[in-house]
Antibody
Framework: VQLVESGGGLVQPGGSLRLSCVAS????????MNWVRQAPGKGLEWVSH????????HYADSVKGRFTISRDNAKKSLYLQMNSLRAEDTAVYYC???????WGQGSLVTVSS | EIVLTQSPGTLSLSPGERAILSCRAS???????LAWFQQKPGQAPRLLIY???SRASGIPDRFTGSGSGTDFTLTISRLEPEDSAVYYC?????????FGQGTKVEL
């Protein structure tokens, strides 16, 4: 099982970024997926959830209306579209397979001018 | 939303001792959907326990989860040096799937 994130980087406040997570080694379409983030030196923060068929989606209040989670089961890929980024969104973003038994290596997003 | 409060903030123990970590929820957690994670510096979190008391694959039996309702405990018996880490609980019975603030275990 492997989860590989990409798409992180430095972005200005108010900007946008799209994270991707490519899965391998398991039947991606059978599993719900989540995004979890961790600001530098801080604890874990759950960001978003998507069910296996994309029928159920949830967001943390801190990102609701700005972030959009999606998936493409044919491409075995999970996405996080992040708009209107703020300094407080600076964090390492992890994709994780439910029940959180596998995690990606993390993708650093830095929001700064 | 369900708020999780972990205690203590830091636990300083010696190898061979037992660690008892607490996770208290502000409301009853549905179906005891409570997980525990271990995170070491520079690494992704590692799942230890799910559904309050089920050990994840490959996790030593030194790690035991217990509890229900609003009070949950992670016990690490016979601490080993590699157990130095931050431990988080998370509820996944309802959204938002909040994490606790973490307990740092120092050996």
């Amino acid at each position: 099982v492997q989860l590989v994130e990409s798409g992180g980087g430095l972005v200005q406040p108010g900007g946008s970024l799209r994270l991707s997570c490519v899965a391998s080694g398991f039947t991606f379409s059978s599993y719900s997926m989540n995004w979890v983030r961790q600001a530098p030196g801080k604890g874990l923060e759950w960001v978003s959830h998507i069910s296996s068929s994309s029928s159920t989606i949830h967001y943390a209040d801190s990102v609701k209306g700005r972030f959009t989670i999606s998936r493409d089961n044919a491409k075995k890929s999970l996405y996080l579209q992040m708009n209107s980024l703020r300094a407080e969104d600076t964090a390492v973003y992890y994709c994780t397979r439910l029940p959180h038994d596998y995690w990606g290596q993390g993708s650093l997003v830095t929001v700064s001018s | 939303e369900i708020v999780l409060t972990q205690s203590p903030g830091t636990l300083s123990l010696s190898p061979g001792e037992r660690a008892i970590l607490s996770c208290r929820a502000s409301q009853t957690i549905t179906n005891s959907y409570l997980a525990w994670f271990q995170q070491k510096p520079g690494q992704a979190p590692r799942l230890l326990i799910y559904a309050a008391s089920s050990r994840a694959s490959g996790i030593p039996d030194r790690f035991t989860g217990s509890g229900s309702g609003t009070d949950f405990t992670l016990t690490i018996s016979r601490l080993e040096p590699e157990d130095s880490a931050v431990y988080y609980c998370q509820q996944y019975g309802s959204s938002p799937r909040m994490f606790g603030q973490g307990t740092k275990v120092e050996l």
